[in-house]
């Protein structure tokens, strides 16, 4: 039989001005099953809490409620007392008679009616109130971090520093991303290259990190503190161990005019191949589909050779499962791709823009190839087309980006300053050449980032034109491109040598494939969701994974770097303990009655139920139930509604003290 | 006009399914056969498992097949699926609810051998044995049939099903339901419903209702009154009704075996038709990874959400 | 409820809130001190998800007169997708009680997030003026009084039976 203490609580004046709660107090004695029945002044207080403590071990009470304040204000610290006095805390229920009640209504008999009324409700909900305890799992303390562009790198580098073992898998040959790709970075226009060739050895290097480089993640199992990911790494048909790095293969193989998309398609490579020549690892791949080994059985030149002996057509792609307690999503982004209608896609291709059909018509990475010095032209801006270095070069802004009616409707974030960055790149090396921006608006805030562009304008001669392109056409040798110049009222034509177009930041391709497998939510533009916008922008709902850089919207280095480390931090945090503890109002399930329909698995937006065999004695499978991982559950019981039978149920908001709290009405 | 419907494909049904059984059985394909069979009583048929192809005579197929079959591969029945490959006799309606099943992890495909019926429709429940299928006789829920011919099935004799125009009986039902005030239907319902003494034959037979326990036998805590007062009818009917919408595959068979003859069908068509208008879903046309009550989409409609 | 002198019908109202908006919500609606009318009793769901239709049922059972059901906005669920589960839950829940000849207007569904008290006590003080209007329940009432085994307490052959006595 219950021994319920109620406690009612004045809150000073705030409840007692508008609630008798004295004879709330007596009304709640007389319910069947209340032992116990006070008023206090602050029943919060150091000595409202002695109170209760008191009146726990000298009443003999059994399960608590008190009758004060919103739970989301105090239940904690009620529970908390509870506890230290040795009763369960989640035999502690509040009935809020302050914000529902008396807060909100003038009249005081109607107020103190229905406190009345909500202290029985709770009281009747009490009785079915059970003992739980806290859940906890062990924490294995290795991190995975999927992807080795800027931020993956970071991430890496920051929980390796910390002591923690990190797997580093890469879907490209070498780690790096796009800021390999990039000449210059803004603000301050320093060779991308040279500042992260050192993070990238680093990584490389460093005793913590272990890297698979051009793999990829085949599958994800387990939940935080607990995953298993099997890695797919992928064959290069060099024996990473053996080989040297002296790129004797490289300078041999026959065939060479491979468009390398490393750089955006202008440079050629051969059939064995590094991406570039700071690539980390320094191993080659052999591009299998273009190599004449694989496609007819001749030639084997890398082989012959290869004095370690490195180059094994027979390789094979290895599966390798890594068991992890946390998974860093850092895979970044990719331009929008002009010269293909994206097949099935809602985002729809510039048609007026040459659609890729214009060879001077380049985006704004295949800009940076040619700025690049180590790039297919050797750090000259050259015309694709005949190779000569244009005069007049017109960057258009804003090209897929914020254009609702195309499938986009976000801003791209980078563009303005690297176009701005553009302009004076393309200055610097030729001098007699002009620059024309057409933009919209110019969205510059970072830190220098204000002075940098406008450097560009009244430094660096650039022409900003504001006002929207209609139309490129090829005229001639020339591209000419139709926009308006809105600040004067005219429509602008110019004719360009080569135009550069800011195209929209998307995430990587196979982004909600990956997402798929981790279980973590993606918008409809497959950038990945954080928990919560502002407050958790490094997390994602589901738990034990969290995300870095790009993918998750368009981003700067600066910020994909700050990312990253905030992210490296929140897995710090995971691992400072070695068990983690969970609040235990998780799903159960009640292997009598489930019946393995899975309705619970199909709602369950956490992933957090699971398939569990019932066997006899004799070892015959009598049926195949749900089993919730209560490492993983989060507790909205979506479950146990959709469940047809009710054989799951949600500790701490069973159907029992549900309709408990109903029938007390 | 009491037009009679043509019975004659049966015959050809019959014979092909008891070639195809004995054949089945025979070469081990199959461990069982559930399907058909005569009864004592003249102008009535029973199920039947069948384990020997000797035994493949027995079965058959006529208007008078009314029962699901699917009933006999879940709850009460489950040791049969145990034994290995069934093979099933399906109309259109069972393999609907069939396909819910396998669906709701309660069947596997490759589990199963499917028999197709192609079926001009089954004589009504309330008919006398041996009366001749005629739109007067024929049952309700054939008025609205669009699987005449079963599809997916791994035998499926070669015969055309034909019917006559047959006016839609539940459609015009749920019309003339919901053509009437509030009140109005409450009355109807509440004269409905307390007919009902709770034998769940319903839920007996219902494919869908394969829950171990069911939530009106739960007391702690007592969800629907099991008493047959009014009160306890009208929560069991609504409930079931509830978690039947989305997966009822509209077999009628709940309705059939009622003893006070109420029209539980209606309601559950009903849910389908609002399933049908509000998210594009008809049960038991695929197998659904989640039905329309385990999934959801941004643009669902919430125009009586404030 | 309260006893009025002036014996007018006090409306019943009970409502299913999800804890992290609608909850909130009301909340923010007492700390701005805001009133309304206090018909409403208000139970506590972690989310709208875990809100079973068979609640509503018991709820008119038990006496309501009217049922309210809040959560977060679409979008905003704390638990991701509880909402929208919910979302279709009850719109089909709602097609089957008007079928069945329940009067729609006494249940009423509403987003109210964490930051709108003033939303919450509109919704409140709307759905507690239309009950009032339309006055108590009856339909449910009936339906627990129908039918006790003998029918009425009032027949003949009760009344013979207490003269025997």
């Given at each position: 039989m219950s021994r319920i203490g109620v406690f009612v609580c004045h809150c000073g004046e705030n409840i007692s001005r508008t609630v008798d709660v004295e004879q709330v107090a007596a009304k709640a004695a007389l319910i069947p099953g209340v032992a116990y029945a006070t008023d206090y002044k602050y029943m919060c207080s150091d000595p409202g809490q002695g109170l209760l403590k008191k009146a726990i071990t000298e009443q003999k009470l059994s399960h608590i409620v008190v009758a004060a304040c919103s739970p989301r204000m105090h239940e904690l610290t009620f529970r908390k007392a509870v506890a230290s006095a040795g009763l369960n805390p989640f035999l502690c229920e509040m009935a809020n008679i302050r914000e529902h009640c008396s807060w909100v209504h003038e009249d005081r008999t109607e107020a103190t009616t229905k406190a009345i009324e909500i202290v029985t409700m709770m009281v009747e909900r009490v009785k079915k109130n059970r003992t739980l305890d806290t859940i906890t799992v062990p924490v294995t303390k290795r991190a995975l971090v999927i992807g080795g562009g800027i931020a993956g790198i970071q991430a890496a580098l920051d929980i390796a520093d910390a002591g923690h073992q990190v797997v580093l898998v890469e879907r490209e040959p070498s780690i790096g991303g796009h800021m390999a790709q990039l000449s210059e970075t803004f603000p301050t226009l320093d060779c991308s290259q040279c500042i992260m060739t050192p993070k990238m050895v680093d990584v490389a290097n460093h005793p913590n990190i272990t890297m698979h480089t051009y793999s990829e993640i085949e599958q994800v199992d387990g939940y935080i503190g607990n995953f298993q990911v099997t890695v797919r790494k992928k064959a290069r048909s060099v024996d990473e161990d053996k080989c040297t790095g002296c790129g004797i293969c490289i300078e041999k193989c026959p065939i060479r005019k491979i468009p390398n998309s490393f750089d955006c398609n202008l440079g050629m490579r051969p059939a064995i191949y590094v991406p570039f020549p700071q690539a980390v690892p320094n191993t080659p791949v052999i591009d299998r589909e273009n190599c004449t080994m694989f496609k007819t059985g001749k030639c084997g030149l890398c082989q012959k050779v290869c004095g370690p002996g490195a180059v094994d057509y027979q390789q094979q792609d290895q599966l390798v499962v890594e068991d992890v307690g946390a998974i860093v999503v850092a895979t970044g982004f990719d331009l929008y791709n002009i010269s293909e209608k994206p097949k099935g896609s809602p985002i729809k291709g510039y048609g007026e823009f040459g659609h890729g059909k214009i060879p001077d018509v380049i985006d704004g990475m295949t800009f940076e190839r040619l700025a690049s010095a180590s790039g297919p032209t050797g750090g000259k801006i050259l015309r694709p087309s005949d190779g000569k270095e244009p005069k007049q070069v017109v960057f258009i802004q804003c090209v897929g980006s914020r254009a609702r009616e195309k499938g986009i409707s976000y801003c791209s974030k980078i563009c303005c300053m690297y176009t701005a960055k553009h302009t004076m790149l393309y200055k610097h090396k030729v001098h007699d050449g002009q620059a024309y921006v057409f933009f919209m608006d110019a969205r510059v805030p970072g830190k220098s980032y204000d002075e940098f562009w406008r450097r560009a304008i009244e430094e660096e001669e650039a022409v900003y034109i504001r006002g929207m392109v209609s139309r490129l056409y090829q005229k001639g040798d020339k591209v000419v491109v139709m926009g308006s110049d809105i600040a004067v009222g005219v429509q602008a034509e110019i004719e360009a040598d080569l135009v550069v177009l800011a195209t929209a930041v998307q995430p990587r391709s196979g982004a909600d494939r990956l997402a798929q497998k981790l279980g973590i939510s993606y918008d409809n533009y497959q950038f990945y969701s954080e928990a919560h916008a502002k407050l958790r922008p490094v997390e994602c709902a589901t738990a034990g994974i969290y995300l870095a850089g790009a993918c998750q919207g368009p981003k700067d280095i600066p910020d994909s770097v700050s990312q990253a480390s905030a992210a490296a931090a929140k897995v710090m945090t995971l691992f400072a303990k070695d068990r983690l503890e969970r609040e235990p109002i998780v799903a159960k399930i009640n292997e009598a009655g489930c019946v393995g329909c899975f309705y619970c698995k199909k709602v369950c937006a956490y992933g957090a139920v699971e398939e569990k065999e019932i066997r006899d004695r004799q070892g015959n499978l009598i049926k195949i139930i749900a089993h919730i991982n209560p490492g993983i559950c989060a507790g909205c019981g979506t479950c146990q509604a959709t469940c047809p039978s009710k054989s799951v149920e949600l500790n701490g908001y069973t159907d029992e003290q549900i309709v408990a709290m109903i029938e007390a009405l | 006009m009491n037009q009679q419907i043509s019975t004659t494909i049966y015959n050809d049904i019959t014979d092909a399914v008891r070639k195809e059984a004995a054949r089945i059985l025979g070469d081990g394909t199959v461990t069982a056969v559930v399907g058909y069979t005569s009864t004592r009583r003249t102008g009535l048929t029973q199920p039947l498992v069948i384990t020997d192809a000797k035994e493949a005579d027995k079965l058959l197929f006529s208007e008078t097949c009314v029962n699901n079959l699917a009933v006999y591969l879940t709850k009460a029945k489950k040791e049969i699926p145990k034994t290995g490959r069934i093979a099933i006799m399906v109309k259109g309606c069972d393999l609907k609810a069939l396909v819910g099943l396998i669906g709701e992890a309660q069947l596997k495909r490759e589990e199963l051998y499917l028999i197709g019926l192609p079926c001009n429709g089954v004589l009504k429940s309330t008919t006398i044995p041996g009366t001749v299928l005629t739109v007067e006789t024929i049952a309700p829920k054939c008025c609205e049939c669009d699987v005449q011919t079963p599809v997916g099935c791994d035998f499926l004799p070669p015969c055309k099903p034909e019917q006559p125009e047959l006016k839609a009986v539940y459609s015009a039902e749920i019309a003339r339901l919901e053509a009437m005030s509030p009140r109005e239907r409450w009355d109807y319902w509440q004269e409905q419903f307390s007919k009902c003494i709770k034998c769940y034959a319903c839920r007996q037979v219902c494919p869908f209702c394969f829950c171990e326990q069911c939530l009106c036998d739960r007391n702690k805590p007592q969800m629907v009154e099991t008493t047959p007062r009014p009160a306890g009818n009208f929560a069991w009917h609504i409930v079931r009704a509830m978690h039947l919408a989305g997966r009822c595959a509209g077999c009628a068979e709940c309705e059939r075996v009622c003893p006070m003859d109420i029209p539980l069908n209606l309601l559950n068509r009903k849910m389908a038709k609002e399933l049908k208008e509000l998210y594009d879903y008809e049960a038991g046309l695929e197998v659904n990874e989640k039905g329309p009550l385990a999934s959801f989409n941004d643009k669902d409609d919430q125009s009586f959400i404030k | 409820m309260t006893a009025n002198i002036e014996n007018s019908f006090e409306p019943k109202i009970m409502a299913f809130v999800c804890t992290w908006c609608t909850y909130a919500g009301a909340d923010l609606a007492g700390t701005s001190r805001m009133q309304y009318p206090a018909n409403v009793r208000v139970l506590k769901f972690p989310c709208t998800g875990r809100i079973d239709p068979v609640f509503i049922l018991k709820a008119f059972q038990q006496g309501a007169d009217g049922v309210l059901i809040s959560g977060c906005h679409p979008g905003d669920c704390h638990y991701i997708a509880g909402n929208f589960h919910a979302r279709r839950r009850f719109a089909v829940f709602r097609k089957l009680l008007e079928f069945v000849g329940v009067d729609l207007n006494r249940l009423q569904f509403s987003w109210v997030s964490a930051a709108e008290g003033g939303k919450w006590v509109e919704v409140v003080t709307e759905l507690t003026e239309r009950i009032r209007e339309m006055g108590p329940m009856t339909e449910f009432k009936e339906l627990a009084l129908t039918?006790?085994?003998?029918?009425?307490?009032?027949s003949p052959e009760l009344q013979e039976a207490y003269k025997q006595i």
């Open positions: - | - | 039918e006790q085994w003998s029918g009425m307490l009032e």
